[in-house]
């Protein structure tokens, strides 16, 4: 009998029926198979719907949403309405992942129990050639810092942005009330995830790969037009001034506790000297 699963996935799902069989095949050769499916479809137009409920009976934990059309950020926002696992993540539905991928996060809480963000390297994946690992190996707990540079170094991290190689805690969610916004349609998973490590207590990273990002050009992220020019600008705005907002907070509560320790050792030695 299985036990009740510690980790969800949500898959948001638009119009990608073509690739939703192997994304769903690689997760049932899963090592770590005691995991909840919450697929979220986002009033797709082709077979998606009927794909994903073929495969509802050979999961032990499928749940299907179905809603109307409000693009990814709305879908994840959705998907974790549902969560009631102590932790979860994103899968998009033209991707896949390794053997290992549910099994990593489960195994880097449970070594790294006091981190609240567990996040993993992936590999480019394309149609005409051979795939890419990105990155170069590294792997450890960080600082909230360091998370910052990692989350927004573009061309030198395999951490980046992306919700899908990384895993959270569903409390801490919860508790801050942490979603993406959907006003956006370029870099609203980095400012969530900007958003989360600010909350959080500490994030663990390797750069060993465990997910597969489809290089395709129809998908959303290779879409070009004026609303991406403007909204690449937005979202680089608001992750900024989230992180820019955090570090001066943070320079001066160290700043404040640098004046309590230097004032509790002045009442210190005067207390010394009236004796």
């Keep these: 009998m299985l036990k009740k699963p510690l980790l969800t996935i949500i898959m948001p799902v638009y119009n990608t029926a073509a690739y939703l069989g192997r994304a769903f095949e690689a997760l049932l050769k899963q090592e770590e198979t005691n995991f909840k499916l919450i697929v979220v479809d986002d009033g797709s137009t082709d077979a998606s ?7 509802q009976s050979r999961f032990p934990y499928f749940q299907l949403i179905q809603k109307k059309n409000g693009g990814p950020s709305d879908a994840r926002n959705v998907g974790m309405q549902y969560l009631d696992t102590p932790y ?13 991928y549910t099994a990593f996060f489960l195994r880097a809480f449970k070594e790294h129990p006091d981190v609240d963000l567990v996040s993993c390297g992936y590999w480019l994946s394309y149609p005409n050639k051979e795939e890419k690992e990105v990155g170069h190996f590294e792997n450890g707990e960080i600082t909230t810092a360091a998370s910052y540079l990692k989350l927004t170094d573009v061309f030198g991290s395999s951490m980046k942005g992306y919700c899908w190689n990384k895993a959270y805690k ?4 919860k508790r801050h009330h942490l979603t993406f916004d959907c006003d956006i349609s370029l870099l609203e998973d980095q400012i969530f995830n900007v958003n989360y490590v600010t909350v959080a207590n500490g994030v663990y990273y390797t750069q060993k790969p465990y997910y597969h990002y489809w290089q395709r050009p129809g998908s959303i992220i290779h879409q070009h037009n004026f609303k991406k020019v403007k909204d690449n600008f937005r979202g680089n705005y608001r992750v900024w001034q989230q992180i820019i907002s955090s570090l001066l907070e943070k320079r001066q509560e160290a700043t404040q506790r640098r004046l309590l320790r230097k004032k509790m050792a002045q009442t210190s030695r005067f207390s010394e000297e009236r004796k």
């Design 49 to 55: 719907v009927a794909i994903a409920k073929s495969y």
């Design 88 to 100: 979860f993540t994103f899968h998009d539905g033209d991707d896949w992942v390794s053997q290992g």
């Design 170 to 173: 569903t409390a801490v969610v």
